[in-house]
């Protein structure tokens, strides 16, 4: 990318961020702006973006286990909402052939089929991206959306294998030798360290497996997303996840110019688009639909589904695809490029504000509810406690350790990760799997019948914490509430909210350094040195 491409994409995602959307929404833009100005990305943008794509499907593979794929609720619903989909949007597309819109002139059912097929999909990119600024990731529904996000990948790739008119090589079938190299690689991370050495290797790992795919004729993205599942479920895979995290959203500003670079809007191109996004509610309304079916709760239904709220990525490699072989007119590229833009642009306020859209429709929602419950989503009591801790991690497992010293099991710890909570239970603590971002969470608990007298809020997200404690406030319990902070700014936001304590990590670390350190060596010794 040349500095005015950098620059453009700069200045429109600072615009959107200031707007309160997410700075893809300006990268888009900046393609489109870019593409008017006769700006043309070429083949190293192409790759830049190519490498965002691959590194993202390699960290969403460090995340996933594969058993959680043949979920019902996963595999059963990603299949059954594609089918469907498929067949319905099909035969809309077919009926508008028999309209004046010169684009569906010569669209017959075998390319209003693949056309659905491509408008099937949602948007892998977009929806990690909204997870991760939101610290969703591993929250129930994000590990739905996630879920479904692969199934429907696979799916994908194995189409564009198929339809690339030639078979794998032969040596395919060596790629199953790669199930040896888990413990040599994950051997060879540990002994990289924390630095450089790890973020090397966290760009090698999955640019060299997508390059041994592409060599025996399977897609290098499907070869960078199994290299991440071959090595998930260890401590040091969520480390080389964040390691690579920077690396892989400034690669992806590109994957996000390409899409505006693609081709430019005419009337035509963009009235169908228009066309096509309405079909996106009853996409959204079907997998909430399937999704309370399978038992799940209306949150974890309506917050998944509306992360699948786009088109995807994929359309526009399925169109390339197609108009290339001639089975389309490159319009339909347009069409493929303008549709995943306008419900990017879309999505990403409803994603933003998707709390207060469950907290407003949650008594309409909950009629689709069954009336059984999967085991891991079930509603929690947090019984007779003194003390909770909200949010597990680093500075939460501290804080955990050190009450639990003075209260002994009348301390909880609540995660809503369940490899988390399950790593700790191991280890003795009383802790619970519960969002503290759930609607219905806080309407399970009655905190006004405990006798707790103190709440800390450690979770990574401001957002988290600052909606923790307005709940806290609603129920008029007497306890002292904690919190965590990182900026100035959100100290106040949190004290208007009712927190009484607010620790700002960033300055406070350095402060409890020194008392430690006073307090291990003592104060007139360390007055010596």
């Known amino acids: 990318m040349d500095i005015i491409m950098v620059l453009v994409a700069f200045i429109l995602g ?20 870019l593409n008017i100005l006769g700006i043309q990305g070429g083949e190293q943008l192409q790759e830049i973006a190519n490498a965002g794509v691959l590194l993202l499907l390699f960290s ?3 995340k996933v286990r594969v058993r959680s794929l043949l979920k019902p609720e996963i595999l059963a619903a990603a299949s059954i909402h594609m089918i469907v989909t498929v067949a319905f ?12 819109l010169s684009v569906f002139s010569d ?16 948007s892998t990119v977009f929806t990690v991206k909204v997870m991760e ?24 790739v194995i189409f564009l294998t198929l339809s690339s008119g030639t078979m794998p090589s032969p040596w395919a079938i060596g790629l199953v030798s790669l199930l040896a190299l888990r413990q040599p690689i994950l051997a060879l991370m540990h002994r990289s360290g924390h630095g450089e050495l790890l973020v090397l290797l966290g760009l090698i790992l999955p640019i060299a497996t997508a390059s041994l795919f592409e060599l025996v004729g399977l897609k290098p993205d499907l070869g960078a997303l199994l290299m991440g599942m071959l090595l998930a479920g260890n401590a040091k895979t969520r480390e080389l996840a964040k390691v690579i995290l920077s690396f892989k959203d400034f690669l992806l500003v590109g994957f996000f110019l390409t899409i505006g670079l693609t081709s430019l809007p005419t009337l035509a191109t963009l009235s169908v688009s228009v066309l096509l996004v309405f079909v996106i509610p009853f996409k959204v309304a079907f997998f909430y639909l399937l999704f309370t079916r399978f038992k799940l709760r209306a949150r974890t239904s309506s917050l998944a589904s509306l992360s699948l709220a786009t088109y995807s990525e994929f359309g526009l490699i399925i169109g390339a695809l197609a108009a290339s072989k001639g089975w389309l007119s490159y319009d339909w590229l347009c069409i493929f490029a303008l549709s995943v833009s ?121 957002e988290a914490n600052l909606y923790a ?61």
């Open 89 to 100: 949007l099909g035969t809309f597309i077919y009926l508008l052939s028999y309209t004046t």
């Open 14 to 33: 600072f615009l959107a961020k200031q707007f309160g959307l997410p700075p893809m929404l300006g990268f888009l833009a900046a393609g489109f702006v």
């Open 342 to 462: 306008l419900t990017f642009i879309l999505a990403s306020p409803l994603n933003k504000a998707s709390y207060s859209i469950y907290s407003r429709l949650h008594e309409f929602l909950r009629r689709f509810e069954s009336k059984e419950r999967l085991p891991d989503d079930e509603l929690v009591s947090i019984g007779d406690v003194d003390g909770m801790v909200f949010g597990i991690g680093r500075v939460g497992a501290a804080a955990y350790e050190s009450l639990n010293k003075r209260y002994g099991k009348r301390i909880l710890g609540i995660d809503y990760d369940k490899e988390r909570v399950d790593y700790h239970i191991a280890k003795g603590f009383n802790i619970i799997q519960g969002d503290a971002i759930d609607y219905d969470f806080w309407e399970r608990v009655q905190l006004q019948k405990t006798n707790i007298k103190l709440v800390m809020l450690a979770m990574p997200s401001f």
């Open 133 to 156: 600024e939101k610290g969703e990731m591993s929250s129930r529904h994000g590990q739905l959306a996630i879920g479904i996000l692969i199934v429907q990948d696979f799916i994908a």
């Open 469 to 529: 404690a307005k709940r806290i406030q609603d129920r008029d319990i007497n306890a002292t509430i904690a919190a965590i902070a990182t900026f100035d700014d959100q100290i106040t936001l949190l004290k208007d909210a009712g927190v009484d304590l607010v620790f700002n990590v960033g300055k406070e670390a350095g402060k409890g350094f020194a008392d430690h350190i006073c307090e291990q060596m003592g104060h007139q010794r360390l007055v010596r040195i």
């Open 107 to 122: 669209i017959d059912w075998r390319l209003s089929l693949l056309i659905a097929f491509a408008l099937s999909f949602s």
């Open 60 to 62: 969403i593979g460090l």
